[in-house]
């Protein structure tokens, strides 16, 4: 599994952004991805997950409401929108996988389990 995140860059508040992930290497239907982010100094945080078989996902309660994941499964993308970005928004930006043996497996919003990692993006917001 290869990971590869994109869509980064300077930002001001208030702006919105789409970060993409491609994801190559295999068949992702036992796959949940992920975004986590890594903000300066601090440890990285996860952000939420999408199951890529039928697109259930799950957010971290910090940014539930401004963030939204999506993926496109004909193309192997994923992406993360960003609403109303705040300067606290500003970190690396991580995409990752992990393997369920079902399809069905349940959304978990705990970030465990990730064993595959994309280099990141970073995006910076400027107040």
């Known amino acids: 599994v290869q990971l590869q995140a994109s869509g980064g860059g300077l930002v001001q508040a208030g702006d919105s952004l789409r970060l993409s992930c491609a994801a190559s290497?295999?068949?992702?239907?036992?796959?949940?991805m992920g975004w986590f982010r890594q903000a300066p100094g601090k440890e990285r945080e996860f952000v939420g997950t999408?199951?890529?078989?039928?697109?259930?996902?799950g957010y971290a309660d910090s940014v539930q409401g401004r963030f939204t994941i999506s993926r496109d499964s004909t193309k192997n993308m994923m992406y993360l929108q960003i609403n109303s970005l705040k300067p606290e928004d500003t970190a690396v930006y991580y995409c990752?996988?992990?393997?369920?043996?079902?399809?069905?497996?349940?959304?978990?919003?705990?970030?465990?389990?990730?064993?595959?990692w994309g280099q990141g993006t970073l995006v910076t917001v400027s107040s």
């Open positions: 990752a996988a992990r393997f369920v043996s079902s399809m069905r497996a349940s959304v978990s919003r705990d970030g465990y389990g990730y064993n595959k």
């Open positions: 290497g295999r068949t992702f239907n036992h796959y949940h």
């Open positions: 999408i199951r890529w078989s039928d697109g259930h996902t």
